[in-house]
């Protein structure tokens, strides 16, 4: 993307004559790094010096005679409060946000007063002067705006912060064992601090009145800072994470209708957690969910090919605005062309997805003997399977498909991002397709509620004449292969739903699996596909390359869109986020989990999201109580 397009000067070219222009020190864009560094130092400082006696300027007694006891007591809890502010605003910072730039040049002059009230250090009041004085000077690379929130980071506030003063607060109170009165214990401390939160004196007492209203005025500072925070993150008005209004939904599948054959996840844009950016024309649009400071977008963009540009410039934008970090993931050969091409983004082959063609698909021959006696073998054991639209089932049928969804899932939290809808059964989905299979049940079994039902297949529209797998459940107790009678059931059928093309589960690294395992691969091959085998005991990477290799489909490569390869590592966290692989969220009551709209055993809210094949004897399909790579 030129630097017209994206809002910037043009260069200026050096003329043959000009002498050698000096490089501005330090960049721009380094600047918030560097500040959020500094106040973190300085925010790391406040609080030790006001913690640890050592730490004052004892060449500078006289300074003590100005103010009284108690304005000096007052000064070191404020300075540890602020100190603890500037460490939370630091990350902000580095970020470039708006909001912690004006928090850090109101926190610093009281910083550098209570460096001079307590410490008497003029040292330390020249710093966060002088580290004012730059913020003020480049006040201009703090204009990131707000990240989308909601009311729940008020909870992890609590938490955290609670922890972070439970603990500061020992250290205060055994900062100074000369001043203190007998020999309190480990307990006696802990119900100090405790109560010192919550502005009440505490078992542990001190000689010096000075000491004791240092400790005090520091513990009722802190739990002052936890109840103001946290309040305020209560009441402050919430704007959800990432939420796809109806308008956007019905857009979406406007281009879904004229263009949504072009890539085979485009369904997945419809997931109602995503957010959406259209271009100005509204002929294209980038969907995308923000996730620990990352815009993580999936699949290639929605619409128009022409179009496409105008919607990239505006997430692009869009993400300079919040400094977040932009990054796509699963998108095909063509996205990660047109995003490279149009933002200078890096991109890495990140696996192939697996897509069969239902005219030729066939059980004949050697290569399919493995897939054709599982497949017998099941029909004889008295599986019966359907094939149907999600339209053609009762409101029963749904029902059970959602409750079994969510009793086979085998994981605590629903997985999946970019290979996942989310949902299952409403009106709007009524052409995706549904594959089940059933067998009456014996005697004693755990989930009656699920009549008959013992596996579960769904598939979303892939334009007009494809489909993509978006579920696959079973239940444990049935027989090994139901998984790929289920697929057999679904290609042999598609000719007659007027489907000639179904797209399978994502392969994560599949090439490098596929190469290391020939004949005369290289040290470095054969070492890396012996790196994803033994990562695949906790992740499917080989269980899924060999589960869809049974079904001799065509592989299709997806990359990842990332800015540098620094950015790799957190990039990679938030994707696992994204997929539901590592949960942040605090652990909860199972008596307040049903109350929560997605957690597992509300009923009717059961979300029916991407998930695998069970590790089956003989063969390798994947395992739900892993996680796939990419879900």
Known sequence: MSAQAAGESPARVQGPGEPARRRRWPRPKAVPKIMGSATAVIGLLDVVSAVFPAFRNGRMHHMAAVFPGTVSSLAAATSVVTGILLLMLAHGLKRGKQRAW??????????????LVYRHSVFGVAVSLGLLALLIRHRGEFT??????????????????????????????????????GNPGFTDRCLHVIEGLFGFSGPVHYTSDRVGDVVSYSLGGLGLLIACSTVYLVLRPARPVAELSA???DRLRGLLARHGARDSLGHFALRRDKSVVFSASG????????????ALASGDPIGDVEAWPGAIDRFMALSRAHAWLPAVVGCSETGGEVWTRETGLDALELGDEAIVDTAGFTLEGRAMRNVRQMVKRIDRAGYVCRVRRVR??????????????????GTDTERGFSMALGRFGEEADGDCVVVTAHKDREDGDPHPELGDLRAVLHFVPWGADGMSLELMRRDRAADPGLNELL???????A??????????????????????????????????????????????????????AKFQPEWVPRF??????????????????????????????????????????????QKACYANAELTRGAAAPDPRKGSALA
């Not at 002929?283 to 990352?294: E, I, T």
């Open 247 to 249: 308008d956007d939904e």
């Open 102 to 115: 004006w928090a850090a040049v109101v926190l610093m002059p009281v910083g550098a007063a209570t460096q």
């Open 487 to 493: 697929i057999v059931a679904a290609l042999r059928q």
């Open 283 to 294: 002929k294209a649009a980038v969907c995308y969910r923000v996730v620990s400071g990352v």
């Open 392 to 409: 053609e089932l009762s409101d029963l049928d749904k029902q059970r498909v959602r409750l079994a969804a969510d009793a086979w899932r």
């Open 144 to 181: 990131a705006l707000s990240d989308p929130r909601t009311r729940w980071r008020a909870a992890a506030n609590f938490f955290g912060l609670s922890g972070v003063a439970f603990a500061l607060g020992l250290v205060i109170t055994s900062a100074h064992p000369a001043a203190e009165t």
């Open 495 to 548: 000719p007659d739903l007027g489907v000639k093309r179904v797209s399978l589960n994502f392969a994560m690294f599949r090439s490098a699996l596929a190469r290391g395992e020939r004949i005369g691969a290289g040290p470095v091959l054969r070492g890396w596909r012996g790196l994803l085998v033994f990562l695949s005991r906790w992740f499917q990477i080989e269980s899924l390359y060999k589960f869809n």
């Open 560 to 605: 990842l869109v990332f800015p540098n390869s620094r950015d790799l590592p957190r990039i990679g966290f938030a994707i696992m986020q994204a997929e539901g692989f590592v949960t942040l969220s605090l652990p909860l009551p199972a008596a307040l989990q049903r109350f929560l709209p997605g957690r597992a055993g509300r009923l009717g809210h």
